[in-house]
């Protein structure tokens, strides 16, 4: 069974058909799939055509099944070497003519086994056991091992074939041909940008294990009956999403503002807001907060729609922030009570995001703001109690996101983000562990320049977004002749912002898989990477005991919550994973240390 034309991969067949397959047939179906290669790759695939060959012979008589070069779907061109199909297992095979692997090497490896696990429908539906070989067919003496930290098998060219009758020992179930494989669905999650230009172009979102586990469907069910109550009764309504980071809620969102009349997608996040607008072309879609209280405030416009939707409700600015005698929630709820007949208002609620000046009022805000309205507040059960004011308090299960989408595969992120920035060392340590069972990436190194090296060689090929990330303080306070990592340069007023084009534009200098400039939390906060590079800086250090604060800033209630959370947000940014840059100076060293002691793997 060689390839046909609408294939996803270069050849496939059973061993076989392999076993008979001369060099130059296969040389040339691998070559017209892809197309543009250069001569290494070739000589990558006549060294793989050669190890199967001879390995293969031993096994001539199994039904197994063989694909080479198969192109994830919506991946950029990211392919696995070989995958082969034994009853029950899929083997993912990267073949490198090397003596010694790198990380970059583990991590390609392992990624590719995490993603079959958690995207592929065959693999789903035929609970298949899913493995990783790393082929070095540069070193010549028989050999196989298991990286027990990784779970990876490490062979040569000579000894893949003892790995292989470990596996037919043990291989059940059901051996998949490589045409049903292949004509299996690969649903990958939807990057943000993504996810809202399927939604604006009635695009299905793609249906993923992970995402199918949550209750999204469920709190868009729950929004829809408050709506229709709030229709029916002609009351007003302050419904409050709470979840982790990541969690879904900007695009419950926009999914909501879409599948609804009458509503409309506030943010204050700025950034959030013209990437999303750049990205998708559209400028009501996701609308500025700033220019909805403007429009009310300066020439007394009442909206047309019944139903805001308050993005990050919990960061709304207090009055001081505001400069008026109101805050925020005060503005909201006045424009809404305003409207005829009822209102709803959704505000989507993160937790440990407040970052900026004014934003530490959070939801006291939002009970003080309808204190003196008829006003039914509907929460998850963990926000009861907290809304005196409130003239009912509905609680709802499904009410709360506690799943991260955004770090999908390593659902234990967000607790291990906390552990590490409330200082909790052992229980950081042993969710370090467990991250790296998730096969989520995670390093921690002093240069630069190898890691630069490494994220180069790690997402050669495809269309993977990378880039450095940074805190906006992270020179503060320090004397020093040493050289942090650059920042974006200040938005100019008539020209494309550079946070925009970090994220968006391929052709620019600021993009950020250049890595020539870091991201700071407020360009980054809502947004996301598959892998982030965290540039940590002197304002937050670890002095062996606990966190210090450098950045004092007087306007602050508490400005050390202020920097612990600049750093959650930046922490969480990688849906794949980040490795963690600490500069090489002495007032960084105890910052470093922590790192190794809970466990964190240097970059090698």
Excluded at 218 to 231: M, R
Excluded at 360 to 383: C, F, M, R, Y
Aim: glycine letters at 8%; proline letters at 4%; charged letters at 25%.
């Amino acid at each position: 069974m060689e390839t046909k034309q609408g294939k996803r991969c270069g050849w496939s067949g059973s061993i076989t058909q392999f076993l008979v397959l001369d060099e130059s047939n296969f040389l040339a179906h691998l070559g017209d799939f892809i197309g543009d290669f250069k001569e290494e790759q070739v000589e990558a695939w006549r060294n793989s055509y050669h190890v199967l060959q001879q390995t293969l012979s031993s096994y001539q008589s199994e039904p197994w099944q063989l694909i080479f070069e198969y192109e994830l779907p919506r991946e950029g061109g990211r392919r696995p070497d070989v995958l082969l199909l034994l009853p029950g297992e899929l083997l993912v095979i990267e073949f490198k003519m090397k003596g010694n692997p790198r990380s970059a090497d583990y991590e390609q490896l392992s990624s590719y086994v995490r993603d079959f696990n958690h995207y592929h429908e065959a693999v789903a539906k035929y609970s298949l056991q899913v493995r990783g070989a790393l082929v070095l067919t540069y070193f010549k003496e028989e050999k196989m091992q298991i990286n027990t930290e990784k779970r990876l098998y490490i062979t040569t060219g000579s000894g893949l074939g003892k790995f292989l009758a470990l596996l037919k020992k043990n291989a059940k179930g059901k051996l998949l041909d490589s045409d049903e494989f292949l004509q299996g669905s690969y649903d990958r999650l939807p990057t943000i940008v993504e996810g809202a230009r399927a939604i604006m172009t009635h695009e299905p979102l793609p249906s993923i294990r992970k995402v199918n586990n949550t209750n999204i469907s469920q709190v868009l069910e729950t929004l829809v009956s408050i709506v229709e109550e709030a229709k029916k009764t002609k009351t007003h309504h302050l419904v409050l999403l709470t979840g982790v980071p990541g969690a879904g809620k900007t695009l419950v969102g926009l999914q909501f503002s879409h599948m609804v009349e009458d509503a409309v997608y506030l943010s204050g996040n700025g950034p959030l807001v013209d990437v999303l607008q750049d990205a998708l072309g559209n400028k009501t879609f996701v609308q500025a907060l700033k220019n909805f209280k403007w429009e009310y405030l300066k020439h007394h416009v009442i909206p047309a729609e019944n139903i805001f939707i308050f993005d990050e409700a919990q960061r709304a600015w207090d009055s001081k922030k505001m400069k008026k005698p109101f805050s925020e929630p005060d503005l909201m709820v006045k424009i809404a009570q305003d409207l005829k007949g009822w209102s709803v208002i959704i505000g989507l609620i993160g937790e440990g995001q407040e970052i900026y000046e004014g934003e530490e009022g959070g939801l006291p805000l939002w009970n003080t703001a309808i204190k003196d309205g008829q006003w039914t507040v509907h929460s998850h059960e963990h926000l009861a109690g907290q809304f005196p004011h409130a003239t009912h308090h509905v609680t709802h299960q499904h009410l709360n996101l506690n799943v991260s989408l955004r770090s999908h595969l390593a659902l234990g992120l967000h607790t291990w983000v906390h552990h590490l920035l409330t200082g909790k060392i052992d229980e950081c340590t042993e969710e370090t562990n467990q991250l790296k069972k998730d096969r989520f990436t995670l390093y921690v190194s002093r240069d630069l320049e190898q890691i630069k090296d490494f994220v180069g060689t790690r997402y050669q090929g495809q269309a993977k977004q990378f880039g450095l990330v940074t805190s906006s303080r992270r020179e503060y306070g320090i004397q020093h002749p040493y050289h942090f990592v650059k920042g974006l340069p200040i938005a100019s007023r008539y020209t494309t912002k550079p946070y925009v084009s970090y994220f968006n534009h391929t052709p620019s200098d600021y993009y950020s898989s250049t890595l020539q400039f870091a991201a700071s939390e407020f360009e980054t906060q809502g947004l996301e990477l598959d892998l982030a590079v965290v540039c940590w800086g002197y304002d937050l250090t670890w002095n062996g005991r606990e966190w210090t604060d450098h950045f004092q800033d007087r306007n602050l209630n508490d400005p050390k919550r202020i920097r612990l959370n600049s750093y959650r947000v930046l922490l969480t940014r990688g849906r794949d994973g980040m490795i963690i840059y600490i500069p090489d100076i002495p007032h960084l060293d105890g910052t470093w240390s922590l790192f190794k002691v809970i466990g964190v793997e240097e970059l090698r």
